[in-house]
């Protein structure tokens, strides 16, 4: 019977005791600090990452995973004997898939699919970890894969950040373009659906966003059974726990976990992001 290893990238924000405990890769992007390259929430953490940010002069920018990366997972995972299933950040926010597909091609005895998440963040972690925890009680390659496309279909992300500066300076900003231009002390709640940024809705105050958050994730899995959530954060605990504890209690959820958003992403969204990162069943 084949065995099965799950390697995704270091946008899931999955925690480390959970990547060890379903032996799973992880794959870093890179941010580009003026002439240094950093390997994300490697060479640079997301604490040092935003003390950072809070003086520079010159602002990071990021890119996919790289090539090279992918390679060396994939030859070590195969050399172990595993079938691999890459599940990854979204074709529409980073070419980090693009860099899968070429390393694919540069072990040509290994048996690997890769899947677009459509999403990041949690949203993704949740799939990949969907996938992994089918892998550990002995799942074919095609179940593994099945596992993260049920949950992509029930799952989804929604942040409320602080400012539009730093996605619509990244060119990430999608459909919430459209806040551009409004006034400067509403706070934008936007989602990734369908691989891209969206606009939910926009609200006066931050407390008011993170009411506003756990309300429309609350409407979304009314009547659900198995809620999980994550909530995610750039620079911002104490907000990030009081959203998680708050939600898990209104939605009964049977997993909460707890992440902090990556170097990658934080480049995008900006310090003061908090979002939470659900999944059920029907």
């Not at 240094?36 to 953490?45: A, V």
């Not at 003390?51 to 195969?78: C, G």
């Not at 959530?229 to 726990?241: F, R």
């Amino acid at each position: 019977m084949s065995k099965v290893a799950v390697v995704t990238d270091s946008t899931a924000y999955l925690p480390k005791d959970l990547v060890e405990k379903y032996n799973m890769t992880v794959v870093p992007l890179t941010v580009i600090w003026g002439e240094e390259t950093y390997r994300d929430d490697i060479d640079i953490t997301p604490t040092q990452f935003y003390t950072r940010l809070e003086t520079a002069d010159v602002m990071p920018t990021t890119s996919q995973a790289t090539i090279q990366d992918f390679k060396e997972a994939y030859e070590r995972l195969h050399s172990e004997g595993y079938e691999i299933l890459s599940v990854l950040i979204s074709s529409k926010l980073s070419g980090t898939i693009s860099s899968a597909e070429q390393a694919y091609k540069m072990v040509p005895d290994a048996t690997i699919e890769i899947f677009d998440s459509e999403t990041t963040a949690m949203a993704l972690g949740f799939q990949a970890l969907a996938a992994a925890r089918a892998a550990a009680e002995g799942a074919d390659l095609a179940a593994c894969k099945a596992a993260a496309a049920d949950v992509r279909s029930r799952s989804g992300v929604i942040f409320a950040v602080d400012t539009l500066e730093f996605l619509h300076r990244g060119g990430r900003i999608g459909g919430a373009s459209r806040f551009l231009g409004t006034a400067l002390k509403l706070k934008p709640l936007l989602e990734v659906t369908n691989g891209v940024i969206e606009p939910v809705d926009k609200v006066r105050t931050k407390r008011k966003a993170h009411e506003r958050l756990i309300e429309v994730i609350s409407e979304r899995v009314a009547g659900k059974k198995n809620i999980r959530l994550a909530t995610l954060h750039a620079n911002s605990s104490e907000d990030a726990n009081r959203v998680l504890d708050d939600a898990s209690a209104r939605m009964s959820a049977i997993e909460a976990i707890r992440s902090e958003v990556s170097p990658v992403i934080g480049t995008h969204v900006g310090p003061g992001t908090v979002g939470l990162a659900y999944t059920y069943e029907d």
